[in-house]
T-cell receptor
């Protein structure tokens, strides 16, 4: 069965700290896609990154970086030097072979000034 | 290019009433989806469509109906609203992962309360 687990329900940090959000997935498919979305307090869902199962290269975009490890079925997300504007709920999601997204339950990140 | 638009943004229904949530996308995406998000939870798939005239059930379809007569529009119908349908509803669209990115882009959501 396809499943996404975000074990961290809520994380609180002080501005400028680094923080890593964990994501563990389960799938029997050999081809799949992993995503991270951000949901700020305003409620919309913002696409952050997509990674396919054949590309294990880590990705860095500004203060954001992603570590994809097939050996541990993990796709972790790190924010470096966190800012108050990073406060949001972050969802990890798995795209299965029927083009449906399976979401984790989300991690609420609070960054305090 | 507006992306995915949803109307209304907010709505309060009485138990037993019906309503239609509208969703339109202008990205020429084949695939469209409806999700609900309950407080403090992730998103659950209600219905999805891979093209005009084709719809299929997701994880939580009971109490809802959909239709897809055009590529752009994918309305969600609630019949006989119940308090358990109080939620935030998101519409999304994408290209298929085979020929496109498969990335789903979301509308701003509709917050529905059933009293």
């Amino acid at each position: 069965a396809q499943k996404v687990t975000q074990a961290q329900t809520e994380i609180s940090v002080v501005e400028k700290e680094d923080v890593t959000l964990d994501c563990v997935y389960e799938t029997r498919d050999t081809t799949y896609y992993l995503f991270w979305y951000k949901q700020p307090p305003s409620g919309e869902l913002v696409f952050l990154i997509r990674r396919n199962s054949f590309d294990e290269q880590n990705e860095i975009s500004g203060r954001y970086s992603w570590n994809f490890q097939k050996s541990t079925s993990s796709f972790n997300f790190t924010i470096t030097a966190s800012q108050v504007v990073d406060s949001a709920v972050y969802f990890c999601a798995l795209h299965d072979n029927t083009d449906k997204l399976i979401f984790g339950t989300g991690t609420r990140l609070q960054v305090f000034p | 290019n507006a992306g995915v638009t949803q109307t209304p943004k907010f709505r309060i229904l009485k138990i037993g009433q019906s309503m239609t949530l509208q969703c339109t996308q202008d990205m020429n995406h084949n695939y469209m989806y409806w999700y609900r998000q309950d407080p403090g939870m992730g998103l659950k798939l209600i219905y999805y469509s891979v093209g005009a005239g084709i719809t299929d059930k997701g994880e939580v379809p009971n109490g809802y109906n959909v239709s897809r007569s055009t590529t752009e529009d994918f309305p969600l119908r609630l019949e006989l609203a119940a308090p358990s349908q109080t939620s935030v509803y998101f519409c999304a669209s994408s290209l298929p992962s085979g020929g496109g990115s498969g990335t789903q882009y979301f509308g701003p959501g509709t917050r529905l309360t059933v009293l």
